[in-house]
């Protein structure tokens, strides 16, 4: 009974594999029909290609190229659509879907292009097809949404082709295209230094076999000459378009940009020249129009100008939407610029306004009166900072035509717009490079609002105005020193191994960077500079991946109000904004806040300078030279009586003075009158926590006792550290290498040695420690940013120059006091100039003891300097400020103790045994 179902069973299993069988063959011989029309389709597509590298390429030829290249289309289209979708043809599937996306790319069809580009991706994930596959399509989906302006959209498809790339040994093929592209992209971005990292990475992968080689280097030598020419270096981009014109390819982009370089450098006549031996036939048509317009304008020759910027617009209407907005917001803006000369403000605003919306696409508010307040996303960000700058002049204009507080007020929030869009793009940034060349961005236009809130809060009296003076003023100080020490301290802790290979990065580019710097051989240079190029790209990867810059919110200015509450009652921070022709001086206190300006005397920087000068060179025999007027432009409205801290905030070349040598008409220098220290920023500034009076100290002397080849013995060092309490290296002993390896672990730190500020190259400067076997005894700049010395309360560099450097614009001095800042120390007392052996070890003697006995850091600078001063011991000629003043204090604010609750505590003290006397008494007397 059991058994009789069994050939039934078997008859079933047989009837299932003959129809299998069946199905196969069936599918086999319809798989081969689909492939001999992939075949016949493919025939076309590679018949139109190898005519598009023939040496004689004219009119016929492209005709055909077109011709065949529509047949392949027609071909794949129509296999595309017998396709059926199951798992043995998605290999099929996956390759005519790309090959009907490269198609429609061709004949610009972008929309139906990037459709066959997506369904060859999806395909792929159901296929075993290798990963490498799908690196194209990823690649040319992310071309056309760059060449639409979507920049979110393309970075993620840029981000999984370069994935992808990666992950083979073997770079794909047109992978040169992702570093070109990439490297667009971060120029569109005003991210001038990792473009450069790509552009040239894009050569460096570009093979020579490449069917397209002189094309592509070509084209990537032009976008790496339009990077110099952003940068102002316009001698290195000419001589990059004049080595390519005998390559004669992409001749119409090279003569454009040329002309563009012309009209830079105010040569319109020239620009036209070029101009007009460009022919394109794309969508750059519309930046040659605006160009041949802005070329006229220039020259004065404004019906010219006008029709050729009417041109323009034309053509990117007939072009369609989308075809090059970047292109097209340029020629609003030039549109904007034309009526704002004629004193057509109402048309300049519409247009300033139509470009905004074109270079930030997201922003879509049409009228004039607003501005964009949030950021986010990749978009231009330069030319959007560009036409808000143009914009804010315009309201500007209005404001001086009739002096209509409405229209200033309306510039300063169309200001407060391109600050914020500033402060975003500063976040997006990977290097400080890149940071640096933001900060002069803006530095060349925060004078006009500072002004403006300025000319408001003398008018009207309103503190609103003074504070936004504040924060437009505080912006614009040492920007990239805050911004780093907002994202730095979350990962000071941090042992994730994303940061640790961060540190590991930063290592490996600050000793080739060093390596590059000393090297001779221009072989050697290439391959160190290769080098350093590849890591920048890996770490900039990084960084975008940490989530630390997400993590930190919020400005990094400290408000006005904060700042008040921050001060005790005997302290004033004077904040200086310096202008080609008047000083902005901003005093706050803790129950006030002021603004002054001061139109600058004549000849106020040849004063200036030679005031620092006569700092510099001590004088042969004792001097009483004053300069009152200068004590009394910079102080005047401090009410010194009343101080005894005072915080400045220098601007410009005032960071180069010490204020505390300053005389006023009495002969008193500064520091006889009250304690100064100086920050780089409020956003910087913050309370001390560290008490410094049990602290213990790491101290080098590596020349107490010798010398070394170019540096002398410091003989007075010995005594700079000897009475330290905490570990002492001395001699041979002073090594980089001790330093490194206990310069985390001691809250306060004394480099007792030589230094040297290397101006040319600021990351060069360096501190010296005892020669070793090694050779490494140069602790240079670009090493101590890479320390974390966010556990370490103040370092103490009284070697030479640490506080010396070259002048960055908006950020300061680019000193070595500054990369010890950088590094997370909130403390730093550092030496201006080449200072004296003696005076030095003296100062910092006295500084040690004076903590010891628990003042603040200020006062303690302040008490050393009043002793060396008041010291009869010292012959009268070493006391001229160049002996003294050039250790300066910048650093973190000590306000006074509150002792109110000790005579609180007292008096309960004195009065307690009353009070029980009067109980027990009470208690006596009974009811």
Known sequence: MRNRGLPSIFFLLLLFLVVCFALSQKAATSYDTLLNQYATAQDYYDKATNLSFAKEYGPREEALEKEWNRKALAGFTALYRQIPKISLYDSLLFYTAFRIGELQHYFENFSEAVAGYKEAIRSKEKSSLPDSVLFKPLLYAG????????????????????????????????????????????????????????????????????????????????????????????????????????????????????????????????????????????????????????????????????????????????????????????????????????????????????????????????????????????????????????????????????????????????????????????????????RLFLTKTIHAVHDKPINVAFELYQQTGNKKYLSLLYSFDQQNKATVLALNRQLNTPLAENTSLAVQKEMRIKQEITRLSIRSAQATDSAQLATFNNSIRDYEIELGKLQENLSAKEAVQGSKVLSLSSLQSLLDGKTVLISYHLSPEQLTTLVVTKNGADCYQQALPAGFNNLLQNEILSLKIPSAKPTTAQNPALYDLLLSHVPLAETEQLIIVPDDVLTYLPFESLQGKEGKFLVQRTAVQYQFSTALLQKNTTDFSAAKTLSFAPFAHRSSTGFSTLPASEQEIKGTEGKQFFDTAATKEKFLAYSEAFPVVHLATHAVANNSADNLSYVVFSPTQTGDNLLYAQEIYNLRLQNTGLVILSACETGAGSLAKGEGVLSLSRAFAYAGCPNIITSLWKADDFSTAYLTTRIHQYLDKGLCIAKAVQAAKIDYLADKTINPRLKQPYYWSHLVFVGAYSPEKNLGWIWFLFAGILLLPAFLFYKIKSRKAGP
């Open 143 to 434: 071309i056309i949404f760059y060449n639409q302006n979507k920049f979110d959209t393309a970075v993620q498809f840029f981000k999984q082709a370069e994935k992808i790339d990666a992950a083979y040994a073997n770079k794909l093929s047109e992978g040169e295209r992702l570093y070109n592209i990439t490297g667009v992209l971060y120029y569109e971005q005003g991210n001038y230094k990792q473009a450069g990292n790509y552009f040239q990475k894009a050569l460096q992968v570009l093979s020579k076999s490449n069917p397209y080689y002189n094309e592509l280097f070509v084209n990537y030598n032009i976008n790496l000459a339009q990077l110099y020419l952003r940068l102002e270096e316009y001698k290195k981009a000419n001589d990059i378009y004049q080595k390519l014109i005998p390559r004669k390819a992409n001749l119409n982009e090279i003569y454009h940009n040329i002309g563009s370089l012309n009209l830079l450098q105010g040569e319109a006549a020239e620009a036209i020249y070029y101009f007009r031996k460009v022919h394109f036939q794309n969508n750059k048509i519309t930046r040659l129009y605006n160009s041949m317009g802005n070329a006229f304008f220039k020259l004065n020759e404004f019906d010219s100008a006008s029709f050729y910027f009417q041109k323009a617009v034309d053509a990117y209407r007939s072009l369609g939407a989308n075809s090059d907005p970047i292109g097209y917001g340029s020629v609003l803006k030039s549109l904007g610029d034309y009526h704002d000369h004629f004193n057509h403000y109402n048309e300049a605003l519409r247009y300033y306004q139509k470009a905004i919306h074109q270079f930030y696409p997201a922003y879509n508010h049409e009228s004039v009166a607003n501005n964009p307040e949030q950021f986010s996303g990749v978009f231009s960000y330069i030319n959007l900072f560009g036409v808000l700058n143009a914009k804010a002049e315009v309201w500007h204009a209005l404001y001086l035509q009739n002096k209509d507080s409405n229209a200033a007020q309306q510039e300063l929030a169309v200001y407060q717009s391109a600050f914020k869009l500033i402060d975003y793009v500063e976040r997006t940034y990977e290097s400080d490079e890149a």
